[in-house]
T-cell receptor
Framework: GENVEQHPSTLSVQEGDSAVIKCTYS??????FPWYKQELGKGPQLIID?????GEKKDQRIAVTLNKTAKHFSLHITETQPEDSAVYFC???????????FGGGTRVLVKP | GAVVSQHPSRVICKSGTSVKIECRSL??????MFWYRQFPKQSLMLMAT?????????EQGVEKDKFLINHASLTLSTLTVTSAHPEDSSFYIC???????????FGPGTRLTVL
């Protein structure tokens, strides 16, 4: 089955700096890659997603890049703010099956 | 749009009792709902996938007789933890998607504590 690895597990950045989280996946058939933000005691919230026919997608301060050949994708957050502090999860799925396989999560702390 | 609710948000029960958790899609019809379990500081683990009107598909290692899932309508799925024990204490989260989409929208989660 699919295996998703996520790095780093924790990330501390100064407010205003950029944060980058990287994920690798094992199943070349995976074609959908969402990123979720989870705040303490809450459910995950979708922040951005990308499909395998696209190499990059951007939404304001958040961007995701996908390298299908290398089977890795990354989340980039620019101009970080304290409210960006949370746990971020990457995931991968094959559209036909729709099951998401999650990475281990990255705890991001943005220091004011 | 794409709001998913869960009820209750928090439940404490005695060992041996059963607990039912509801997952509702509030503004869309969810043909597929998923149930996850999350331990503290860990990732989400898929427990089962349920399609409206059919039996749930459980992941390997998840006891279907212990975690009963019902998806009787396009907006409601329930997870019943039967004969709960302290080791069942966890954060249970559901997600929902509609037929033509890839995206799963998550509920706010239910914190179950079994004494």
């Amino acid at each position: 089955g699919e295996n998703v690895e996520q790095h780093p597990s924790t990330l501390s950045v100064q407010e205003g700096d950029s944060a980058v989280i990287k994920c690798t996946y094992s199943d070349s058939a995976s074609n959908y890659f969402p990123w979720y933000k989870q705040e303490l005691g809450k459910g995950p919230q979708l922040i951005i997603d990308i499909r395998s026919n696209v190499g990059e997608k951007k939404d304001q301060r958040i961007a995701v890049t996908l390298n299908k050949t290398a089977k890795h994708f990354s989340l980039h957050i620019t101009e970080t703010q304290p409210e960006d502090s949370a746990v971020y999860f990457c995931a991968a799925s094959i559209a036909a099956g729709n099951k998401l396989t999650f990475g281990g999560g990255t705890r991001v702390l943005v220091k004011p | 749009g794409a709001v998913v609710s869960q009820h209750p948000s928090r439940v404490i029960c005695k060992s041996g009792t059963s607990v039912k958790i509801e997952c509702r899609s509030l503004d869309f019809q969810a043909t597929t709902m998923f149930w996850y379990r999350q331990f503290p500081k860990q990732s989400l683990m898929l427990m089962a996938t349920s399609n409206e009107g059919s039996k749930a598909t459980y992941e390997q290692g998840v006891e279907k007789d212990k975690f009963l899932i019902n998806h009787a309508s396009l907006t409601l799925s329930t997870l019943t933890v039967t004969s709960a024990h302290p080791e069942d204490s966890s954060f249970y989260i559901c997600s929902a998607k509609w037929t033509s989409g890839d995206t799963q929208y998550f509920g706010p989660g239910t914190r179950l504590t079994v004494l």
